[in-house]
């Protein structure tokens, strides 16, 4: 069975820092690239970052470019999102996912896999 667990969110303040990650199990995702996106209450889910499947490459939603910092360790099958100057606007849930090809796409149809999501509150 195919998992993506997500940890790391929380409450903190603006200004504060949070890292998130996103453990897989039941395959390995080294040919794939992986994503996070975010969802606040009443809105869709959006694209916040992606990495290509060998790591080299990174894509970031112009609202978190300079803030937000995606990584992946693919020998833990492990993937994170260290999020610095965190804003009242980052608030939602974060989801992480696995894409079906090797590069980025910034649409949801791109990624097959998906996490339960984990709460990112940012307070002002």
């Known amino acids: 069975q195919v998992q993506l667990v997500e940890s790391g969110g929380g409450l903190v303040q603006a200004g504060g820092s949070l890292r998130l990650s996103c453990a897989a199990s039941?395959?390995?995702?080294?040919?794939?690239?992986m994503g996070w996106f975010r969802q606040a209450p009443g809105k869709e889910r959006g694209f916040v970052a992606g990495?290509?499947?060998?790591?080299?490459?990174?894509v970031y939603a112009d609202s978190v470019k300079g803030r937000f910092t995606v990584s992946r360790d693919n020998a833990k099958n492990t993937v994170y999102l260290q999020m610095n100057s965190l804003k009242p606007e980052d608030t939602a849930v974060y989801y992480c996912?696995?894409?079906?090809?090797?590069?980025?796409?910034?649409?949801?149809?791109?990624?097959?896999?998906w996490g339960q999501g984990t709460q990112v509150t940012v307070s002002s």
């Open positions: 996912a696995a894409g079906r090809g090797v590069q980025v796409v910034t649409f949801n149809w791109a990624y097959n896999y």
């Open positions: 990495i290509v499947a060998s790591g080299g490459r990174t």
């Open positions: 039941g395959r390995t995702f080294s040919s794939n690239a």
